[in-house]
């Protein structure tokens, strides 16, 4: 079995060894000794910490990196991102979705939860960097019947490529995908023990039109009503929440996903923290595409999400730095059932190597203030999935192909 031994490296402020022998943390103690392991990492000066888990992104939109940035939102959507969506071929997905997945390791991602199209090629790319994700199959009923077919045929035949690699059945939203459908995907997640991936109450108008078309339901009481959320569902946005959506949304264990960047881009609005505190709702991070933020960086997330909780609700103690980074992170791996998302014995080996040499973790008075607040990718210098090594002193293999590859430029 492939073994790392890292050495003298700060974990929580105690310098330690760590042994990771084949996809787990072995070991982890003050010294270890009398350890023939196949790669030895001098961790001097550097802390070990556990990566991100992005949890809602739509990996291959960095293809459309840049493009008709400061629109009004329905002009940007019909004009510009809609029309060159459609032009993208299968292989534009699994070069884009592998653009992104360089940018998610240098920013320290090493899961991503998927929703978009070809989602062969974006299992093809994840499966070959090593990363692990959870692929969106993604339903939008103007599509028509046939892709709806192909996609449930895929769903009921999927066999996964590694442990690394699963799939998630992707409603794209109550407007995109009317009560039927929602319902058979809703039971072909359950059959399949699969997430149900889905938006939820991203804008005004889409609860405004909810409300007009169903009795005057909130787009969470509207999906309460068609019996399609419990502790499997995974709902992104989720900006504009009445009490009892939060109460629902708490009591049916569902999985709330802030996307701050892309709320604020879009002007969508901000999430309600202390409404989602005083429910005690289960809260994870995620880029959302990169056309709405217009990077991957859960770094960059994190602070955004302090800092827009801190102005939105004129309170400097909400959404502290411990906070938001368990949901960069554990709340993430929790959710997706992974033994990962910290640095411990037995759990998955997933985690960072940081260089604490770096000026912006300098003094190191605490680091998770400074990761939140101060750090940026350039603070990490090597990245371990499943205990495989993807970013080793900040080189990725193929890292110049990959990019030579994705520069498709919109004509
Ligand atoms: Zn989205």
């Avoid at 046939?146 to 109550?174: G, L, M, Q, Y």
């Avoid at 569902?233 to 009591?251: F, G, R």
């Avoid at 709330?256 to 002007?267: E, I, R, S, T």
Wanted: proline share 2%.
């Amino acid at each position: 079995m492939n073994t790392i031994l890292i050495k003298n490296i700060s974990l929580k402020n105690r310098i330690v060894d760590v042994l990771i022998e084949g996809n787990v943390f072995k070991q982890i103690e003050p010294e270890i000794k009398d350890v023939n392991a196949d790669k030895i990492i001098d961790g001097t000066n550097r802390a070990i910490i556990q990566p991100f888990y992005n949890m809602h992104t739509h990996s291959s939109m960095t293809l459309l990196r840049g493009y008709g940035d400061d629109m009004r939102l329905f002009e940007w959507l019909s004009e510009y991102i809609w029309p060159e969506e459609a032009k993208l071929t299968a292989e534009d997905i699994y070069n884009g979705t592998r653009l992104a997945i360089v940018e998610m390791i240098r920013s320290g991602t090493v899961f991503f939860l998927d929703m978009y199209w070809h989602h062969q090629e974006i299992i093809r790319a994840a499966q070959e960097m090593k990363v692990r994700a959870s692929v969106g199959v993604t339903f939008i009923e103007e599509r028509g019947k046939k892709e709806i077919e192909d996609n449930i045929k895929f769903i009921n035949n999927f066999k996964s490529p590694s442990n690394r690699i699963t799939i998630n059945v992707a409603p794209h939203a109550i407007y995109t995908v009317g009560k039927d459908l929602y319902q058979e995907l809703y039971l072909i997640s359950k059959v399949r023990g699969l997430k149900l991936n889905t938006h939820l109450a991203e804008t005004v108008n889409e609860v405004n039109d909810c409300k007009k078309a169903n009795n005057n339901l909130t787009p969470t009481e509207y999906l309460e009503s068609i019996g399609v959320l419990d502790e499997n569902t995974i709902a992104a946005h989720c900006v504009h929440l009445t009490e009892h959506d939060a109460e629902i949304l708490s009591s049916k264990g569902v999985t709330l996903v802030h996307n701050p960047c892309a709320n604020m881009k879009l002007a969508s609005g901000a999430f309600n923290v202390p409404l989602i505190n005083k429910y005690d709702c289960r809260v994870c991070l995620g880029t959302d595409g990169t056309s709405s933020n217009n990077n991957l960086s859960m770094l960059e997330e994190m602070k955004f999400a302090a800092l827009l909780a801190k102005v939105s609700y004129h309170d400097t103690s909400l959404l502290s730095a411990n906070q938001v980074f368990a949901w960069a992170t554990k709340n993430g791996a929790e959710t997706m059932g992974l033994n990962a998302g910290k640095i411990k014995e037995g759990m998955l080996a997933d985690c960072l190597i940081v260089n604490l040499n770096n000026d912006r973790l300098i003094p190191n008075n605490n680091l998770i203030s400074n990761w939140v607040y101060s750090a940026d990718s350039r603070c990490i210098e090597t990245v371990i999935c499943d205990g495989n090594i993807l970013m080793e002193n900040y080189i990725i293999p193929n890292e110049e192909e990959i990019l030579e590859k994705a520069k498709r430029k919109i004509s």
